[in-house]
């Protein structure tokens, strides 16, 4: 299989009422579960990337993101590369360099105009590359202030249909991350998910619609978020606190003296099993009957 577009992964995600899981990645053994767990599934899988430091070295990430892109040209299955969170039209011609087959331009906290100017600017350029971007419209909070975060019913942190529907047609973006009561990291209260919201944006736009902040959400949010039209849902968090735990709780009982591979071992374990469930949590359709022999 080859790399492929947002579009591509997610061409028959509308009609067939099923999300793409999309999960950010930031070492080598994480993302290797991530691509194993959807090879496993047999379905398409989105490898995000953003721009997020975990390590002090200016060229670790051009390696790890050329590392990236070269593992997913060879998976089993079909893989989107995408930039998560582009701050600038900068950032997302960075991420055009390394292999990114998407790209997310994030002008939300811009005022309207600014933030059509600066997704059409991108969209010109990723679509001379034939690559797809997604865009945003309507503020996705962060888990530390947001009104989305204390899970409160506040109407001014949901996307409006009327300008979801002005948004595309005046960037023609191919795809469009919505706010409907999410936030991003963890939440200190269960969020307020305004499904009826969704569901007048599906009505309006046949663009495939993205989830961020998904990682306080359970099965039956995911299953609602989904049947309301939702098609690409963003995890982070929720996998990368499950993983810090269990290698975490790996090293503590680890003989002393003991080589550090059972630590690296949870790391892939984690993102493998989390990946799973989260695919089957997402009803994601199998492109390729599945596999007979579990390898891990």
């Not at 002005?166 to 706010?179: G, I, M, N, P």
């Not at 493998?272 to 390898?295: A, D, G, N, S």
Request: glycine letters at 6%; proline letters at 5%.
């Amino acid at each position: 299989m080859a790399l492929v577009t947002l579009r591509e992964i997610t061409k028959y995600a509308i009609p067939e009422k099923y999300a793409v899981a999309a999960v950010t990645v930031f070492d080598p053994m994480f993302a290797e579960g991530v691509l194993c767990a959807a090879e496993d599934m047999r379905t398409p899988i989105i490898m995000m990337f953003g721009n997020t430091k975990v390590v002090n070295r200016p060229d670790y990430y051009p390696n790890f993101y050329n590392y990236l892109a070269n593992r997913c040209r060879h998976s089993s299955v079909p893989v989107c590369l995408h930039l998560d969170h582009g701050p600038s039209y900068e950032a997302c011609a960075c991420a055009l360099r390394v292999g990114a087959t998407s790209v997310m331009i994030d002008g939300s906290m811009l005022p309207y105009e600014e933030n059509v100017a600066v997704t059409r600017k991108v969209i010109e350029m990723a679509h001379a590359c034939g690559v797809d971007v997604e865009a945003e419209i309507g503020h996705v909070g962060a888990n530390t202030t947001s009104h989305e975060a204390l899970g409160t019913d506040d109407h001014s942190i949901y996307t409006e249909p009327f300008m979801a529907q002005k948004f595309a047609e005046d960037t023609d973006c191919d795809a469009l991350a919505v706010a409907i009561g999410t936030a991003h990291g963890l939440y200190k209260e269960r969020p307020v998910l305004n499904l009826d919201v969704l569901k007048e944006i599906r009505k309006e736009l046949d663009i495939p619609l993205v989830l961020h902040g998904a990682s306080g959400l359970g099965e039956e949010d995911f299953s609602k978020v989904v049947e309301g039209g939702i098609n690409k849902i963003n995890i982070c968090t929720a996998l990368v606190v499950k993983t810090a735990k269990n290698m975490l709780s790996t090293a503590q009982n680890l003989p002393e003296n003991s080589p550090h591979f059972p630590i690296a071992a949870a790391n892939f374990q984690t993102a493998y099993e989390e990946t799973k469930k989260h695919i089957r949590w997402f009803k994601t359709k199998q492109i390729l009957p599945p596999m007979t022999e579990k390898r891990y």
